[in-house]
């Protein structure tokens, strides 16, 4: 199976080699088709979303990428296709998930004994939506530097799929509850849109519980009673904050995996960014881009190799006795990625 895999930046190309090494213990006869993005891409087409990139990938339909960094071009990226049109998207991510119509960003978070303290038993899953909402990139200045407005776009088409995703992940997984989080007290056209979509999806799925809460009171409730949730539904920025304190409840941004899901492709990545500060040391937790190729096997049908890779990368956290820094631990990158494939081929006999 050909899978495409992006390195990206900071501690980009080190999480996605210490990856690599541990789906290729599996032996699983994964080839992995390199995609030139950010510098790479610049370096090769001047660009750092080139479209040989995004058809590369529409090819490949799965594939895996590092963090990239959003500094260089602050905020705004503009893509040039080449029949001459052009958009400009506020980052390199958000660039990748609207050219391969990817709306979906389901961000699991699971506790683990030893590392997430109070939060050990904490299993839910945050379900972004990715492809609207205020992160569409329309917004512009009103005068000369006066005022700024962005706009948050809600459709019902979009508010649609990614409610009936989020129900179907449920089905799929054995997930029994599913709460849609929202500010449709304040914004009651958009996130209203959003919130009476879920409802009337949820009535399709009466075997799944559902609930809808304010967007405050689920950050509330995530830190004072996180057990509550199973499956959390939401808009494009609510998901991106709530996800990163799902990672931070059960222990670190190192730990959380994540995926862009759209009908024709999927590109699965870490929830953290680029983490400049710690680049090039060796020191960056590989398990959020290891537990993104988890989800990636799943999602192709190699159900039983997650199973073990994950079973392995949780077996060496709970031992802590070759963690990296960020939960706790003095492992390097690569002893805690070593100290993982020891597992898996103890696990398959080798
Ligand atoms: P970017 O500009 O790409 O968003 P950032 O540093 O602003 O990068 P993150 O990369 O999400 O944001 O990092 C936030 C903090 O979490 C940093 O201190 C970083 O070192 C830490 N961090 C993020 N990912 C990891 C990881 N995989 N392992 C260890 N620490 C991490």
Redesign the pocket.
């Known amino acids: 199976m050909k899978v495409g895999v992006l390195k990206g930046n900071?501690?980009g190309p080190e999480?996605v080699a210490a990856m690599q090494k541990v789906v290729d213990a599996c032996e699983l006869g994964i080839e992995w088709v390199n995609v030139p993005i950010a510098d790479e891409a610049v370096a090769l087409y001047g660009t750092e979303v080139p479209e040989e990139s995004i058809e590369l990938l529409r090819e490949l339909k799965v594939a895996i990428k590092g963090?990239?960094?959003?500094?260089k071009m602050a905020g705004r990226l503009t893509y040039t296709r080449k029949d001459g049109t052009s958009q400009i998207y506020c980052s390199n991510n958000n660039a990748i998930r609207q050219e391969l119509d990817c709306f979906a960003c389901p961000r699991p978070a699971r506790g683990i004994p030893g590392i997430s303290g109070k939060n050990e038993n904490v299993n839910l899953v945050v379900i972004r939506e990715i492809s609207e909402g205020i992160y569409a990139a329309l917004e512009h200045r009103i005068g000369k530097d006066e005022a700024s407005e962005a706009i948050k776009l809600i459709t019902k088409k979009g508010a649609e799929r990614i409610c009936r995703y989020a129900f179907e992940y449920a089905l799929s997984n054995g997930r029994k509850k599913v709460t849609c989080a929202h500010k449709a007290n304040a914004i009651s056209l958009t996130d209203g849109l959003f919130l009476e979509t879920f409802r009337r999806v949820a009535k399709e799925y009466p075997q799944i519980e559902s609930e809808d809460l304010m967007v405050d009171a689920t950050a509330y409730y995530l830190v004072t009673n996180p057990e509550r949730f199973d499956v959390i539904v939401t808009m494009n920025q609510y998901g991106d904050i709530l996800s990163?304190l799902c990672a931070g409840l059960v222990g670190?941004?190192?730990l959380g995996a994540g995926a862009n899901i759209g009908e024709a492709c999927a590109v699965f990545e870490?929830c953290?960014?680029?983490?400049?500060?710690?680049a090039g040391k060796n020191?960056?937790?590989?398990t959020?881009l290891i537990l993104s190729a988890v989800m990636m096997l799943r999602h192709v049908g190699m159900g039983q190799w997650a199973d073990l890779i994950e079973d392995s990368v949780r077996e060496v956290l709970i031992e802590r006795k070759h963690i990296?820094?960020?939960v706790g631990g003095k492992a390097t990158t690569d002893e805690y990625t070593n100290e993982v494939i020891r597992k898996i081929r103890e696990k398959m006999g080798k």
């Open positions: 900071g501690i999480i963090p990239i960094s959003v500094e990163d670190s941004l190192g870490a953290h960014g680029s983490a400049p500060d710690i020191l960056a937790n590989p959020s990296t820094r960020d």
